[in-house]
């Protein structure tokens, strides 16, 4: 029977080197000479640190500007509150969303249930979805489905067997 898995994957690799890149160009923009700002990668954490909101709000489009280069999706960027730091600055903690949680599996379970296509299960498997059906097309119809509906969390279909 044939099947394909829905999975949330980052390519940690493509991450790094984005975040590589943005601390460079940080240490050379003008915008950013003495501020003492920072961009840092911890485990599945990018640290945002600097003086005010509004250079907090050039960091980020610094940082996806990066990502998007590198094509990690920014849907798997989840920004935290703006926090005060010491001595007047801020800090913002973007977390890097890999995995489908049970609640986005469980929506988009729903969702595949909702296209009525005849044969078509689904099977929630740790943080990612098995999708499998009687017909080659059916899963192909919601493959293309599934790219159209904005889950907020960039999706990847993997292991399709006929």
Request: neutral net charge.
């Amino acid at each position: 029977m044939p099947s394909f898995d829905v999975v949330s994957e980052v390519d940690m690799q493509e991450v790094r080197n984005a975040v590589d890149q943005a601390a460079r160009e940080l240490s050379q923009r003008f915008d950013f000479k003495g501020t003492d700002s920072t961009i840092e990668l911890k485990e599945k954490t990018i640290e945002l640190h600097t003086e005010s909101e509004p250079r907090l709000e050039a960091l980020k489009q610094m940082l996806a500007e990066k990502m998007v280069k590198r094509g990690v999706s920014l849907k798997a960027l989840g920004y935290g509150n703006v926090e005060e730091a010491t001595k007047g600055t801020v800090r913002q903690t973007v977390t890097l969303r890999v995995g489908i949680t049970d609640d986005k599996a469980r929506e988009v379970g729903k969702f595949i249930k909702g296209l009525a296509l005849k044969g078509v299960q689904h099977q929630i498997q740790g943080d990612q979805l098995r999708v499998t059906g009687k017909k080659r097309d059916d899963l192909q119809s919601v493959i293309a489905a599934l790219k159209e509906k904005d889950f907020d969390l960039p999706l990847q279909f993997t292991n399709f067997r006929d």
